[in-house]
């Protein structure tokens, strides 16, 4: 057989992501804000692109040289209100279905939204880790003195919540004692976050072991020796620390669980407001309307005549394909547009027929939610549906909430019987550490006794996760802030 060079011809098959594919795509992630921005782009670049006006969103009529072109091709439709306008921000079907099969007809019941932070709360200026401390001086001591010099301190504290200045330097300057300064440093460090005002990373990490109750001889020492743990010389550490492997573990996964930069939970940046890209009203028969946020979605249309008046001036085939093109890129990205408006309402159709009881009752009705399961009952690919709830808002009776807020894990009942939310259990933590006296502060193993009796199997490390996720502190801690809060 010959060796030399030819030439074949072969056919293959191959999935390709065409450019529109990918615009898509990429406009189904984002907001609705930043839809505003991507079309403020598309009606600068492409002049067949115009911002509709008012008359047409009021309904008058197109002129007529659109009266022959598909009406969807000729401006994004984004408002739903009427049987008329055939809506394309919402999913009717899906509404009539959940209607009909009693699922939506709840009685109305007042909103009880105490526990759920608001719209206006979101968009607030955080403080600074300064003005946090300032804050508490004047509750944690009626010595003036102290006060000045702690209030000081705290202008050479960093944002991770050292101390950067050495003490005796700060002492020399102010023209105190010694110990007058190691009196406000102590002060400081006994305020919240745990961890302030240390001078390196060991005295924060002790700081935050005394504070949990766990700062024994074997944790100091094994505290003094993070170069060791570091190295990860555990034979040694054992040795210094006069324990076994399974204590050595339960040390270390313990000084893992501390927060060695605790002021970077503080930040004086303005966070910019959050916008709700889908708006949850109660129904006229006890269901619920859904739409898309109209203040933030432009009206986009093309305009025809302008259209026409090019096409008259184009006397090369040149001139000619770039008008083309340009008209339909303009119709693509309508087309885009209005089925990003239905995809987005079908999921959150979807989200809010299966969260119905956190609608009606609260946090503690919410139900375990996946990607996957909404995906199947809206026969949309997984991938889709993450994107959808990537960067959306929706804002309702009890509050604004990112979509992704109603994806949460599951956690078994007790009784064995179907699984909550573990939202529903942080908020069932956060009731029972609200309501507790000040004189008995409850552990963790105080909270679990009580949920396991609201139907919650949980095991004590895993309250203790979900307590110090949403920001609650142990029980020596909250029996010293209530106490502090007592002396104020």
């Not at 921005?37 to 047409?56: E, K, M, Q, V, W």
Request: charged content about 30%; aromatic content about 4%.
């Amino acid at each position: 057989m010959a060796l030399g060079p030819r030439l074949d011809l072969r056919q293959s098959q191959s999935l390709v992501m065409t450019p529109q594919l990918q615009q898509a795509i990429k406009l189904l992630a984002l907001s609705n804000l930043e839809i505003e921005t991507f079309i403020a782009d598309a009606l600068d670049t492409n002049p067949l692109l115009d911002a509709g006006d008012l008359s047409r969103e009021q309904g008058e009529e197109a002129p007529a040289e659109r009266a022959a072109e598909d009406p969807t091709s000729d401006e994004l439709m984004l408002r739903g209100e009427g049987e008329a306008d055939a809506p394309l921000d919402i999913d009717a079907t899906a509404l009539d279905r959940d209607r009909d099969t009693g699922d939506w007809s709840a009685q109305r019941g007042q909103a009880v939204a105490e526990d759920l932070p608001g719209i206006e709360e979101r968009g607030g200026e955080e403080p600074t880790l300064a003005e946090h401390l300032e804050a508490q001086i004047g509750a944690a001591t009626r010595d003036p003195r102290c006060a000045f010099i702690a209030g000081h301190l705290v202008g050479h504290i960093d944002e991770a919540g050292y101390l950067t200045t050495p003490l005796r330097e700060v002492a020399h300057n102010l023209g105190v004692s010694q110990d007058e300064a190691e009196a406000a440093l102590r002060l400081i460090q006994s305020l919240d976050p745990t961890g302030v005002g240390a001078r390196s990373l060991a005295e924060c990490l002790a700081l935050q072991a005394r504070d949990a109750d766990r700062y024994d001889p074997c944790m100091a020492r094994l505290i003094d020796n993070l170069d060791l743990v570091a190295r990860g010389d555990f034979p040694r550490l054992r040795r210094l620390c006069s324990v076994d492997d399974e204590d050595l573990a339960d040390m270390l996964a313990e000084l893992r669980g501390y927060d060695p930069k605790p002021g970077l939970r503080y930040g004086g940046a303005e966070r910019a407001p959050v916008v709700p890209d889908i708006l949850v009203t109660r129904g006229a028969k006890g269901g619920w309307d859904i739409a898309l946020n109209q203040a933030t979605l432009p009206r986009l249309v093309v305009n025809r005549s302008y259209y026409l008046e090019l096409r008259g001036g184009c006397t090369d085939k040149a001139a000619r394909g770039w008008l083309g093109e340009k008209l339909a890129d303009a119709n693509w990205l309508l087309k885009a547009l209005d089925q990003r408006q239905k995809t987005i309402l079908k999921v959150a159709a979807e989200v809010v027929r299966r969260q119905d009881g956190f609608f009606h009752r609260g946090v503690a009705e919410l139900k375990p939610l996946t990607l996957r399961a909404v995906a199947e009952a809206i026969d949309m690919h997984e991938s889709t549906v993450s994107r959808v709830t990537s960067n959306k808002y929706l804002h309702c009776e009890r509050g604004t909430f990112e979509l992704k807020y109603f994806f949460t894990s599951g956690v078994a009942a007790s009784d064995g019987e179907g699984s909550v939310s573990a939202e529903a259990v942080k908020a069932q933590i956060r009731a029972l550490v609200d309501a507790e006296s000040p004189r008995d502060i409850l552990s963790d193993d105080k909270l679990v006794e009580l949920l396991r009796e609201r139907g919650f199997d949980l095991a004590r490390r895993t309250v203790a996760k979900y307590r110090e996720a949403i920001g609650i502190g142990s029980s020596v801690q909250r029996r010293r802030q209530k106490k502090l809060a007592r002396v104020a």
